[in-house]
Each structure stands twice: as C-alpha cells, then as structure tokens.
C-alpha cells in the first residue's frame, strides 16, 4: 500500500522530500505515479481558481516543513504582522522562511542528524536534544544566533543514532549552520537565505491566501 505521505508528493505535483532516502530512490512513487492519487487522477482536470492555486502552494509549503493547520496559519499571520509593522521594507518570503528553519526540529534536520523532519520532530519531542546544555523537548523552539545543538550523552546509545557519524562524514550542512562531524554538534549560526533554503512554493500565493 503507497504510504500516505507520497501521497501528498503526488497531490502537490512535486517531490516534497518528506520520506528521507526513498525520495532518492527509484522506489519513489513519484517516479511511476507523476499524477495525483485517486482513479481520476491521469485524467486533467478543469484549470484551477485563483483561490485553488493559492490553496494549493499553502498546502505544498506546510506539508515539506510537516506543520499543522494551525501552526503554519499562525506563523504566516506572525510574519504579515511583522511586516507591515517594520520601518524598512522586508521581504515578507524571506521572514517566514527565517521563522520556519530557526524551529529545532528544522535545524536537527537540516544538520543531517535525521532523515527528514518527521523523525527530526520526533526525536525532539523525546528529549534526545540540548541546545546550550540544556534540555529542550520543543520541536517550535525558536532558535537564535549562537545557539548550540548536541544530541544528550545517553542518547548516543540509542539505534536511532546508530549510523549517525558514519552519515555526517558525507554530509554538508547550509550555510547559517555550522556542523562539527566529530561532535556530532551543531551551532545555528547565521540567517536561513531564501535562495539556499528553495522552497517547494510561490510563498507570495501562500500570503495571498491568508489576505482573503
């Protein structure tokens, strides 16, 4: 049975990375099911509303960061917010992409420690992090410039963990983070570019839909 999450990769019209190393692989769905699921889904359908094109980028950029409803809603009207009260003109795209890799669970998988952000979230949630020596369970942390990540001393142990330095040795972290393979640390330490970060979405869609 195809798992659900392809599923979203075939209603999105775009591979949206959610299934860590099978996304690579030729047993990705997307590979001999470029269409959405369901028995019409070969067949094309009437050109979408202006309102179904701004649904759909919206539901493309909360599925690839794994937010729900109400989370991803809450940030976009954050980010609108801050916007508008700014002196200097900023780009809105590139504030809510600043908001959504500074989470913990963004950088835990952007730093390689986990294959997508599914695992990364969860792996927070059970208490496997430290950020500056301390305990944090909170996938949403909002991380700042300087802060440190390491894995807990005792958690090393866990199989989750198991291959994790053989990994990194391959691995290049983004450039707003700084990955010590040795350690197997990481330290966020610049500003999330738009460019590198490359969002699977038309993010002026996404801020058009929460205008209405």
Request: hydrophobic share 35%; net charge positive.
């Amino acid at each position: 049975m195809e798992d659900a999450k392809c599923k979203i990769c075939r209603r999105a019209d775009r591979k949206l990375f959610l299934k860590g190393e099978k996304c690579f692989s030729p047993k990705c769905p997307m590979i001999k099911k470029a269409y959405p699921p369901g028995s019409a889904g070969k067949k094309r359908g009437r050109a979408l509303s202006e309102y179904g094109k701004e649904l759909k980028e919206k539901q493309k950029l909360k599925e690839w960061y794994g937010l729900r409803e109400r989370q991803f809603s809450k940030y976009v009207r954050a980010v609108l917010e801050k916007a508008h009260r700014a002196k200097e003109a900023k780009n809105p795209a590139e504030l809510l992409v600043n908001e959504l890799e500074s989470r913990l669970d963004s950088a835990v998988f952007r730093l390689g420690i986990a294959p997508n952000r599914a695992q990364a979230r969860q792996l927070v949630s059970h208490g496997h992090f430290l950020v500056n020596g301390k305990s944090v369970d909170i996938p949403s942390f909002s991380l700042r410039q300087g802060d440190k990540i390491s894995i807990r001393p005792h958690s090393l142990k866990k199989p989750g963990f198991g291959r994790l330095s053989e990994n990194l040795k391959k691995y290049q972290a983004p450039s707003w983070l700084k990955l010590d393979k040795e350690k197997m640390e990481g330290e966020f330490v610049g500003i999330p570019n738009l460019g590198e970060v490359a969002p699977p979405a038309e993010i002026s869609s996404i801020f058009e839909f929460y205008s209405r």
